[in-house]
């Protein structure tokens, strides 16, 4: 097993689980989308250079798509859903897009042994246990977005796999895929009349680190592991999110997220000892 594609798949996790606090803190005074469209902002007018290595490919126009399916569509259907039916219906809905991209893995030709798939589907219960309580809502709305969050997010992982095998640098791939969700995203809300940036050095920081070089981590590792293998390990994110919280004393940690815990600690057990 490929242990520099394993070791990028969980430093994006790391990243992805961490830059939340952060971003959390600022989706308390403003909308959602402007916090995505900030993030996407600055990684678009930060990391431009990369563009050099963008070589002119059938990829390029992959992680093209990747970004607006990932980061425009998908991200904005499961905050919808978090409105509509709370995280702990929205996470573990949207976090099926693990096991659905194992199908399309399958697809573009990876060994997807059966084990893969009971990994992915602990991951999902691993989630579901991990949100918080709080209001748990049935609404039809909601949950169709967070069905459709999932599968947009499982097909722009796939074209993610599509860059990487055409040669795009995974550098380039994290890049284009902001450039393109950073545009849609600008339209929307100037639409809207609610076009602006956080104004906040720290938060750009956190953005480059984030769709910068956490994206590019995980484009590096599913050209070296695989698409399958790297959506199951890299949704250890959850679970690295809440024990942070618990040891450093923001959110405590109650049964059921233990549990959930111990099915994500499982999930990726059963993933790594599963034949390659």
């Not at 990747?66 to 425009?72: D, E, I, N, W, Y």
């Not at 991990?130 to 097909?155: I, T």
Request: hydrophobic share 60%; proline share 4%.
């Amino acid at each position: 097993m490929d242990v520099a594609g394993l070791a990028a798949v969980f430093t994006a996790a790391v990243i992805w689980a961490l830059v939340i606090f952060l971003y959390k803190r600022h989706m308390e005074s403003l909308d959602a989308a402007v916090v995505n469209f900030s993030r996407l902002f600055y990684v678009s007018a930060l990391m431009w250079p990369v563009l050099i290595l963008a070589k002119p490919s059938a990829g390029v126009w992959a992680a093209v798509a990747s970004g607006v399916l990932t980061l425009f569509i998908g991200d904005s259907l499961y905050f919808y859903a978090i409105h509509r039916v709370g995280g702990s219906v929205a996470a573990p809905l949207t976090y099926t897009y693990v096991v659905i991209a194992q199908y399309f893995a399958l697809l573009l030709g990876e060994k997807v042994t059966p084990m893969l798939l009971v990994s992915s589907l602990l991951v999902v219960l691993g989630v579901g246990l991990l949100a918080r309580g709080g209001e748990a809502r049935v609404n039809v709305a909601g949950v169709a977005s967070a069905a459709a969050a999932a599968f947009m997010w499982s097909l722009g992982m796939t074209a993610v796999k599509l860059a990487a095998v055409q040669g795009v640098h995974p550098t380039a791939v994290a890049y284009l895929r902001a450039l393109s969700a950073c545009l849609f995203m600008a339209l929307y809300l100037a639409a809207r009349g609610r076009l602006r940036v956080v104004k906040s050095p720290l938060f750009a920081a956190a953005a480059l680190l984030d769709l910068g070089l956490g994206s590019a981590l995980f484009a590096y590792s599913v050209e070296r592991v695989g698409l399958a293998l790297s959506t199951i390990l890299v949704s250890v994110s959850p679970l690295v999110t809440q024990l942070y919280a618990k040891f450093t004393g923001i959110e405590p940690l109650s049964p059921r997220q233990m549990a959930g815990a111990l099915a994500i600690f499982l999930a990726i057990a059963v993933a790594m000892g599963s034949p390659s």
